[in-house]
């Protein structure tokens, strides 16, 4: 009745319904929230808002208008709105976004349309230059006194 074998059947139940695939076929139109675990595959139109942990693969006749939260993004299709990833936002020659976006990182391929706001969080990397000017700056201020 209490046995731990019953315990470690449902735990890995659950472990496998959050890492298969969601996909929204084309053709499918959904109108209001998403909430999930596991990635999506999008081919079809949300208008509302989607929130998942896992990664987010918008193919070429897919849309989404709405707020999009997740880790990563793949973008074959178009999106209108605002996106948050804690991740990078992937932007295939066919994507086209509209809106604000708040990225870690970004890759962007030619062809793609960028139209957004965007601010990119993260650690700000000083370039090679940068470190070399601020050090001989030192050194003279050093050397004036």
């Known amino acids: 009745m ?3 074998d019953r315990k470690k059947q449902k735990d890995q ?9 969601n996909i929204i076929a084309q ?3 959904i109108v209001g929230d998403i909430v999930s675990q596991g990635p999506f595959r999008i081919d079809g139109t949300i208008e509302g808002n989607v929130k998942t942990s896992g990664k987010i693969v918008v193919g070429k006749s897919g849309y989404i208008k709405g707020t999009l939260q997740g880790e990563n993004a793949d973008f074959e299709g ?3 709105g605002k996106l948050i990833l804690s991740g990078t936002l ?3 020659a ?7 976006v708040h990225i870690n990182k970004l890759a962007v391929e030619p062809g793609a349309t960028f139209n957004a706001t965007c601010s990119m969080k993260g ?3 000083s370039l090679p230059n940068e470190s070399v000017n601020a050090k001989s700056t030192q050194a003279q201020s050093v050397q004036s006194k």
């Open 2 to 4: 209490f046995s731990p």
């Open 13 to 21: 139940s659950t472990m496998e319904a959050t890492t298969q695939q």
């Open 27 to 29: 053709g499918t139109k």
């Open 78 to 80: 178009k999106f209108s």
């Open 90 to 92: 992937s932007l295939k």
């Open 94 to 100: 066919t994507a086209h976004i509209e809106g604000e």
């Open 123 to 125: 650690t700000v990397k």
